[in-house]
């Protein structure tokens, strides 16, 4: 006896389905791998983390967002050390969600985390308009960047690529336009209606262009051998795991926040879906796969089409392994600025264009801290770019655990009040000190420490040194405290602080 939730759950897998075949393949080439491998990770990611305990609702497969780090590492390590990598990732979030940290990576600068989409987005934006002119492009992100003026002489200059630049341009727009359409309409996916029509103008055309290699659902599975696992001794494949890591289960555990609010079933346990992600991973490890992670876009297509459990997710899953093995020469007549230009649009909506200026005017320093990770992850890379960010937001917070206001009045009885609020701690003593030793040395001085909600071992010497010099030149130092300002009384400065 099926479930009542049967038929939407089942409509909805469809749509999502329609939603994850080009982006599966999209990612896959975009990160250097054989096509299957992203249909691979979207098999695992819908039918092993999707039977799993976790969010309902939310559906996994290869992201865009982890499309440079993935390439990065197989352009550096190798194919066969990816599944190392991605299965190690794996097995730490399986231990990282086994002893209930998942909800820790919430914790994760929102501003990083923006960042880090961010500069990723840029990444896949350049390097995707040299795919869509079926010209190479760059290995790292700066040079994809800066090799923009000369790839449109190039593409001037060349009937080639002004054809493929046509189609990938075109498959661009469609997704746009298709977004303007009427919502019954749009249930059918944009994406897969640019790639059918880019397909299909290439192929009334005869255009030459170059299109999507096939290599067959289990020829592209490739299973790490004993020499791959020797990859792990090297200290940046262990800081790419990192990175995996990170990335991965933050990106998946925001997603599942995101997924929560828009759905009224049952909320995500935080600790299980980082194991069921971690799950994910080691199957996609153990086969070569790509890296997975929760896809907000999948997700919230899955809501919106009206999914009531984890069944459309289960299914959307077998519906990408029927295809894969029943309909793999489809993919050889898309040609790769189809895909280019999903991938585009992709990297379009990783940019917060809509967030930066509200961002500025509510919340400056997060807003650098944003612009400071993505321009890092371009120029630099991804790993070392995230740290940066991670760093800077360590900064931002000791900054601000640090603040500290101090407040010189005079009392006009010939004692000058100095009230300090906030944290004092040894990073704001210069600022202390300088309002401190500018007053009058012959001046009695009340010093109202209630204000402070902090106050460290450096901090607490320093002022009983300053006290104690200032009581010697003959003048009062009178301390306030919280507790003493309760009872509205004063100590003389032989009080220790």
């Not at 990065?72 to 086994?98: S, Y």
């Not at 280019?340 to 930066?356: E, F, S």
């Not at 101090?406 to 202390?432: M, W």
């Not at 002022?463 to 010697?472: I, M, V």
Request: glycine share 12%; aromatic share 4%; hydrophobic share 50%.
């Amino acid at each position: 006896m099926l479930p009542p939730s049967f038929g939407r759950d089942l409509s909805a897998s469809v749509v999502v389905f329609l939603v994850a075949l080009p982006l599966c393949v999209g990612v896959a080439v975009a990160s250097g791998v054989p096509a299957e491998t992203g249909l691979i990770t979207g098999i695992v990611g819908g039918i092993v983390v999707g039977m799993l305990p976790g969010s309902s609702m939310q559906v996994s497969g290869p992201a865009a967002g982890l499309t440079v780090l993935v390439a990065e590492a197989v352009r550096e390590f190798g194919l066969g050390a990816l599944g190392v990598i991605v299965l190690a990732a794996g097995l730490i979030q399986l231990l990282l969600g086994f002893l209930g940290l998942g909800r820790w990576f919430r914790a994760v600068s929102v501003s990083v985390v923006e960042g880090m989409l961010a500069g990723v987005g840029l990444v896949i934006i350049a390097g995707q308009l040299y795919a869509m002119a079926d010209q190479s492009s760059p290995s790292s992100g700066l040079g994809k960047i800066t090799g923009l003026p000369g790839l449109v002489s190039d593409v001037a200059g060349s009937p080639h690529a002004l054809s493929a630049l046509g189609v990938g341009a075109g498959t661009v727009l469609v997704m746009l336009l298709w977004q303007r359409m009427p919502q019954r309409v749009r249930l059918v996916p944009g994406a897969l209606i640019a790639v059918v029509l880019s397909a299909s103008v290439t192929w009334l055309f005869d255009l030459p262009l170059k299109k999507v290699e096939v290599r067959g659902l289990l020829e592209s599975v490739d299973l790490p051998g004993g020499g791959d696992f020797g990859a792990l001794a090297q200290v940046g494949v262990l800081g790419t795991v990192v990175a995996f890591t990170l990335i991965a289960s933050a990106e998946s555990l925001f997603s599942a926040a995101a997924v929560d609010r828009l759905h009224n079933g049952p909320r995500t346990d935080f600790n299980k879906e980082l194991m069921a992600q971690g799950a994910g991973n080691t199957v996609c490890g153990l086969l070569g796969a790509l890296p997975m992670t929760a896809v907000i876009v999948r997700s919230a297509t899955n809501v919106n089409a009206g999914a009531r459990t984890k069944v459309s997710r289960v299914l959307h899953g077998v519906w990408l392994l029927l295809f894969a093995v029943l309909f793999p020469a489809v993919l050889g007549i898309i040609p790769l600025a189809a895909f280019a230009g999903v991938l585009v649009h992709a990297g379009w909506k990783l940019l917060p264009t809509d967030r930066i200026v509200p961002m500025w005017r509510e919340h400056r320093m997060e807003a650098v801290i944003m612009v400071v990770t993505a321009l890092a992850i371009v120029t630099v890379n991804m790993f070392e770019g995230v740290l940066i960010g991670l760093g800077l937001s360590i900064l931002k917070l000791a900054w601000e655990t640090s603040h500290v206001r101090v407040r010189t009045t005079d009392t006009g009885s010939g004692t000058i009040r100095v009230a300090l609020s906030g944290n004092a701690t040894f990073l704001r003593l210069p600022v202390i000190l300088d309002s401190l030793e500018a007053l009058p040395a012959d001046r009695p001085v009340e010093l109202d420490l209630s204000g402070l909600r902090h106050r460290d071992l450096a901090s607490t010497t320093a002022l009983n040194t300053w006290a104690e010099r200032h009581n010697d030149v003959g003048s009062r130092v009178r301390i306030t405290e919280k507790a003493e300002a309760e009872e509205e009384t004063k100590e003389p400065v032989g009080a220790s602080l």
